[in-house]
């Protein structure tokens, strides 16, 4: 998949956002095993796909967390995966200072939607924000598939395998 993302170019736009999958059967913690992206949220035990895409819902890059993981923590190294670009376009979750400081360092500009408890709202432009539902489809497609919306999965390569594997047909051939 990071063969065939590379080949098309730059993208013009990234998006970025996450999304929460319930396993089906939660190994884990309790036998002292080691962190397979499985993490309590308030909906139980999740894990969190972060991704990065283009402006035509083709997947960048994936990033597998424990769904009690934030999304500025799992976004600052989805963004040192980011290729060249000239805009990113992310959820409000994503608008950490930190996150806008990597972004920029990498010259790109931010659009991310302010938070409504910042205190400063930050330079956020509702136009190119409107294109941010590509990640959305993007996701609902993976969702249609029963192997990902539904992690059957013990080790947390094994269901990122599949999520690359389902993503690199769905968008890429």
Request: glycine share 10%; with cysteine; hydrophobic share 40%.
């Amino acid at each position: 998949m990071d063969a065939l993302a590379n080949a098309g170019g730059p993208p013009a736009q990234l998006l970025i956002d996450s999304r929460r999958f319930v396993p089906i059967v939660v190994w884990g913690a309790e036998k002292g095993e080691l962190n397979q992206a499985i993490g309590r949220s308030r909906g139980g035990r999740t894990t969190k796909i972060n991704a990065l895409t283009g402006g035509i819902c083709r997947p960048v890059a994936f990033l597998l967390t424990g769904g009690n993981v934030g999304e500025c923590t799992a976004g600052e190294v989805l963004i040192d995966r980011m290729p060249p670009t000239s805009l990113l376009n992310a959820y409000k979750g994503y608008g950490s200072d930190a996150i806008r400081r990597q972004v920029r360092q990498r010259g790109t500009f931010a659009n991310i939607g302010p938070k409504t408890n910042s205190k400063w709202k930050n330079c956020f432009s509702p136009y190119p924000y409107r294109d941010r539902n590509a990640i959305e489809r993007m996701f609902c497609s993976l969702k249609d598939l029963r192997r990902i919306a539904t992690r059957y999965d013990r080790l947390a390569t094994n269901f990122l395998a599949a999520i690359c594997i389902a993503a690199t047909v769905s968008y890429w051939l």
